[in-house]
């Protein structure tokens, strides 16, 4: 059964950091993309970042772009996403997913593509 669990998360203060981890279950993360994506209350589902299977190469969200790091250390099957400099409008349920990695070694942060998901983390960013 194909799987993904997520740890971390929780309450910091503005300016603080996080570290979010999506351990896969059942696949190999490596041939995989992997996606985190948040969502906050009342809003949409927005991507914030991704890692490409095979390649590593990555993607950020404009917002998110010198705050956070997305990982992957396949000897664990797992992906992290760092969290640094955090602000209130970062709070949200965290996600991540997968979906098989591309031809062209990319990835893109369209939900609508991301198969697998994993539980859902909370992140509140308050003082």
């Known amino acids: 059964q194909l799987q993904l669990v997520q740890s971390g998360g929780g309450l910091v203060q503005p300016g603080g950091s996080l570290r979010l981890s999506c351990v896969a279950y059942?696949?190999?993360?490596?041939?995989?993309?992997i996606g985190w994506f948040r969502q906050a209350p009342g809003k949409e589902r927005e991507g914030v970042s991704c890692?490409?299977?095979?390649?590593?190469?990555?993607n950020f969200e404009n917002s998110v772009k010198g705050r956070f790091t997305i990982s992957r250390d396949n000897a664990k099957n797992t992906v992290y996403l760092q969290m640094n400099s955090l602000k209130p409008d970062d709070t949200a349920v965290y996600y991540c997913?997968?979906?098989?990695?591309?031809?062209?070694?990319?990835?893109?942060?369209?939900?609508?593509?991301?198969?697998?998901w994993g539980q859902g983390t909370q992140v509140t960013v308050s003082a």
């Open positions: 059942g696949f190999d993360l490596d041939y995989f993309n």
């Open positions: 997913a997968a979906l098989g990695a591309s031809v062209a070694g990319i990835c893109d942060l369209d939900d609508g593509r991301y198969k697998y």
């Open positions: 890692i490409a299977g095979n390649t590593d190469r990555t």
